[in-house]
């Protein structure tokens, strides 16, 4: 009723949009109308557990009875853990397969809440940069102390390109320096930058929907761009795991 | 009045900030065009180098993200 008058507000207003594209990423509490404090359960607690639950559903009940013909749980779960153990092998080298169980949780994690996200009406959890900082924060830190504990000073050598020629390898060092410390930044607002701009996309669109004259044309483009927006899901999840591998790489062998 | 201007140049500037998009654009068509230049005239060397494609996907769309977030600061913090 509230949603009707407001349109209807809008619509008198001759105001753009029905209901704002950014409304769906506000972090609402469930159970009370208070302010968000540090323990409240808000809508992305919800969605994190269900991310969760819907992890271990695939990965420990679909495979508990471990067939040898698979059922479709079971193939999909060891299609990903495959997928994700060759890409940890193919980039990080074989030292790096120690750290496989932190990427496929990364991985599982974020493809989960990135799918869990397209549901109609459900909360993208990683579309908030406070989520995915933590994310790359801890990936961040995490391959810092890494590389200085397994190499120790030597580990610099990541900022001194030595194939380089000599003259230019001050500047690189430079660039090399801000381009580590711009990772975090980078690798945590890429993914949650384009997961709150698709479903933003999307909302415009839906909002078109309610004009008569191109609805049928938004409700196409809605169409495409979801499927569009499946495959972002995908790809932005293998790029984080994948980048974290880089960066673990880097780190187990610094010199280039 | 001060601030009507302050707002004004933060919208405009949010608006100019999109630019990078097509920046961002210009990369990963680049990126992904050379990558299927190279594959289709080596194909079985294309498997193992998709990998190497999004990592340059991913850092050449990284400064096209930044520039989604100037925009989205000027929008919202400013």
Known sequence: MATETQSADAAAEGSSLVFHPMDQFIVKPLFSDGPVGMFTITNVTLWMALTVVAIIALLVLATSKRAVVPSRGQSIAELAYGFVYTMVEDVAGKDGVKYFPMIMTLFMFIVMANMLGLLPGAFTTTSHIAVTAVMAMAVFLFVTILGFWKNGLGFLSVFWISSAPLVLRPILALIEVISYFVRPVSHSIRLAGNMMAGHAVIKVFAAFAALLAISPFAILAITAIYALELLVAFIQAYVFAILTCVYLKDALHPHH | ?78
């Open chain 2, 1 to 78: 009045m001060e601030g009507d201007i302050v707002q004004m140049g933060a919208y405009i500037g949010a608006g100019l900030a999109c630019t990078g998009m097509g920046g961002a654009a210009v990369g990963v068509g680049h990126v992904v065009g050379n990558f299927l230049s190279g594959a289709l005239r080596n194909p079985s060397a294309a498997g193992g180098q998709t990998a190497t494609m999004f990592i340059g996907i991913a850092f050449s769309e990284a400064l096209g993200i930044f520039s989604f977030l100037v925009a989205l600061l000027l929008m919202f913090a400013v």
